[in-house]
C-alpha cells in the first residue's frame, strides 16, 4: 500500500508556559521564551513520551514551541524539524496586549473576536480564523502524509490546538469552545487521506505533582 494512503498517528503538544501565556497577553508570532514552569512542563511531557515510537518531531520555529520540542527530540531520539505552518495565530497589532486592553481600545474588534468571526482579520497583517484553519490543515496533511503507518509529533501552539481539535470533531469555527488547550497536554488524532479524527485529548497526568520528570529520572 502507498504509506501516503495509510494512517499516521499524531501526538500534538501545546508549547510549555510563557510569562505571557500567566499575564493573558497576546502572542500571536512575537517569539516569546519558555519560563521556569515551562520549562519544567517540557521536560515533564518529553519524558511521558520517552517510550513511544516516534518517526519524526515537527515544531513550530517559535522558540517556545521549539524548546518543548527539543526536549521531546532528546527523550525520544527521533528527528526534529522546523515547520513555519504550525506557527501560532498571527494577531497582527493585537500582540503583546492583553484582552482587556483590546476590549479597552477597541471594543469593536474585541466584540468580533469574542464572537470568534471567522473573517475577523487582525489590522497589521492578522490572521482571520479561516486562513489559520486552512493553513493548519494543509501543513498537517502534508506532513502526516510522508509518515503513513507511523507516529509523528507535532508541537505547536494553543491556537494550532484549537484547529486540529475542531478538524478532528468537524466542529465549526464559530462553535464555543468546551474543550481544555493546556500547556504541555498530550493530545492524541488520527490522520487519513479523508482527514483527522480524535483519539485522546488534553492528558495532563504528567504534570501532576510526582509526574515524570527528566531530571528526577536522569
Same mark, same amino acid.
Given at each position: ?40 512542563? *517540557? ?40 515547520? *513555519? ?17 483590546? &476590549? ?22 492578522? &490572521? ?5 484553519? &486552512? ?66 485529548? *488534553? ?11 527528566? &531530571?528526577?529520572?536522569?
Amino acid at each position: 500500500m502507498d504509506p501516503q494512503q495509510q494512517a499516521t498517528r499524531i501526538i500534538a503538544i501545546r508549547h510549555g508556559e510563557t510569562a505571557w501565556n500567566v499575564d493573558t497577553r497576546i502572542q500571536g508570532h512575537r517569539d516569546i521564551a519558555l519560563n521556569d514552569t515551562g520549562l519544567r512542563q *517540557a521536560r515533564r511531557v518529553a519524558a511521558a513520551l520517552a517510550g513511544e515510537s516516534v518517526a519524526a518531531i515537527y515544531s513550530s520555529d517559535l522558540q517556545r514551541a521549539w524548546a518543548t520540542a527539543q526536549a521531546i527530540a532528546r527523550a525520544t531520539g527521533a528527528p526534529l524539524a522546523a515547520e *513555519a505552518g504550525l506557527r501560532e495565530r498571527s494577531f497582527g497589532d493585537f500582540e503583546g496586549r492583553t484582552f482587556a486592553q483590546i &476590549e479597552q481600545e477597541s471594543p469593536e474588534h474585541a466584540l468580533r473576536w469574542r464572537k470568534r468571526d471567522p473573517n475577523f482579520t487582525p489590522a497589521g497583517g492578522g &490572521e482571520s480564523l479561516t486562513d489559520l484553519r &486552512e493553513r493548519v490543515r494543509e501543513t498537517v496533511h502534508r506532513l502526516a502524509a510522508r509518515h503513513g503507518g507511523g507516529q509523528v509529533v507535532l508541537v505547536a501552539h494553543g491556537g494550532v490546538m484549537d484547529v486540529l481539535y475542531r478538524l478532528a470533531t468537524r466542529l465549526d469555527l464559530q462553535a464555543p469552545r468546551t474543550w481544555q488547550l493546556a500547556n504541555a497536554a498530550v493530545n492524541r488524532l488520527l490522520w487519513t487521506p479523508g482527514g483527522l479524527s480524535l483519539v485522546g485529548w *488534553a492528558d495532563t497526568r504528567h504534570l501532576e505533582d510526582g509526574g515524570l520528570d527528566d &531530571e528526577a529520572h536522569a
